[in-house]
Structures are given as C-alpha cells and as structure tokens.
C-alpha cells in the first residue's frame, strides 16, 4: 500500500451524482476507486478523471455480497491505498403500491440500498478505525425522512441507512471518523429525468433540478469540515423543489 496516496472509494458510481463525486475528489487529488456491478458501464467514467490528469481505477462488485466486499475493500487497501473517504452511493427508487408490492422486490430494493450500505462501510470503518481518521458519507433521499403513498420498499431501504449512519456516527466520531448523511431532495440532472419528465427537466434553465457537480461539491464540502464543526445530516433541494 503506497500511504502517501489517499483513495476515495464511491460505492455505486453512476453516470450522474456518483461520477461528478469521483471527479470532483480526483480533482483534489485523490485516487479515484469507483465501483458498479458492470465494470464496462466505468469506462466511460475512468477516461474522464484520467483526462483531467487524475488517477482512477474501476471495480465490478456487488455490493450485496459480504465476500466480493471484503475483496474490494482489501484489494484497494493493498495494492492502491489507504480509504480516506467512501461514499455509499447506491439508490433503488422503484415505486409500487403496497397492495401490489411482491416479497422479492421489496427485499431487493432494502438489499440494494440499506442491507449493502452496511457491508460496506463496516468494512472501510474497521480500517478507518485502525488509522484514526476516515470519512463515511452516506447518500439519502426525502423517503429516508418520511414515506410517501407507493414507495413503501424505497422508504423502508431509506430509513434503514439513514439509522445505520446515525448509529455509525455516534460510535465513530469519537473515533476521528466523520459520518455523514446526505438528504437529496429533487430531480437531478440526468438522462432519465430529461426523456421521462421533459416538463420537469426544463426547469434546468431556472436552476430548478440538482446539478451533480454542485452535489458533490457538498461531499467535498463535508469530507475537508474540521472535527470541531462536523455536519451530520445535510439537506440538498433546489430552492424551487416544495418541501
């Protein structure tokens, strides 16, 4: 393991909030370590950071699976460098009414996006822990604060990672590990939001959907807060978004 390198590890690095995020630490010089279960679906992705002169790599993991996590965690730890920083960055919105919702979906999505979030960073934490220093954002969403007719599984997902950073930050900042919990509320810019909600996607030009380069511009934000101002919970909407 080289320590003077410093390794930001964004689990669930997608073509929107999670790519800006790898791009924006890369551009503060941390290798970038970004992780999907397809690892064709990163190129695109580690060509960027590369382009800009920063250092990335790119995994195929499952977050789900205890033992492909612990391979990733140790893989990065030995052959890169220390996790200074990881971002659990995993979603799963897919909404069902309760009367139609099937025990397989349901456990999917809190598998997704709770039940991997736990692997995760229990298995950064444990290393963080041994250095004495470490960063542990947790990407959230409105449903993680209160649950909305037809998204009863996202909800549940939502609520249950929102408990787990609340307990990890109890426990770990006396530790020096800062644990945070990120509350996006709103459409982002994405290529969903443009084909499937082009009347909400043109509210882009009034500042009305999140951006994800000022999105992580905010992880930065809460990544370089010194231990004395820690943020736990920070809440991200745009200023037209009705709350």
């Known amino acids: 393991m080289n320590e003077n390198k410093k390794v930001a590890l964004i689990i669930g690095a997608g073509d929107a909030t999670g790519g800006a995020i790898a791009r924006r630490f890369a551009r503060e010089g941390y290798v970038a ?4 279960r397809s690892l064709d679906k990163l190129q695109p992705l580690l ?14 993991s499952d977050a789900r ?6 391979e990733l965690v140790e893989s990065i730890e030995r052959d890169i460098g220390p996790i200074e920083v990881m971002v659990f960055n995993i979603g799963a919105n ?17 598998e997704m996006a709770c039940f991997s979030g736990f692997l995760t960073s229990q298995a950064v934490a444990k290393r963080m822990v041994a250095r004495g220093r470490g960063t542990i954002l947790f990407t959230g969403a409105t449903a993680g604060l209160r649950g909305a007719a037809g998204f009863a599984a996202f909800a549940g997902a939502k609520h249950g990672i929102r408990a787990l950073a609340q307990s990890m930050a109890r426990e770990l900042g006396p530790l020096n ?3 945070a919990h990120v509350v996006v509320d709103g459409a982002i ?9 082009p009347e909400l996607y043109a509210k882009k030009d009034q500042d009305g959907i999140l951006d994800p380069e000022h999105i992580a511009d905010s992880y930065w934000f809460l990544h370089a ?4 101002a820690w943020t736990f919970e920070l809440d991200l909407r745009p200023w037209m978004e009705r709350w």
């Open 177 to 179: 590990v800062h644990v």
């Open 47 to 60: 060509e960027d950071i590369r382009g800009e002169g920063g250092e990335a790599h790119g995994f195929a």
């Open 189 to 197: 810019d994405t290529a969903f939001i443009r084909d499937s909600f």
């Open 225 to 228: 807060q010194p231990r004395d």
């Open 33 to 36: 370590c970004v992780t999907r």
């Open 65 to 70: 699976r205890e033992e492909q996590v612990a």
């Open 94 to 110: 897919v909404p069902c009414s309760i009367l139609e919702e099937t025990a397989r979906k349901y456990f999917k999505i809190w």
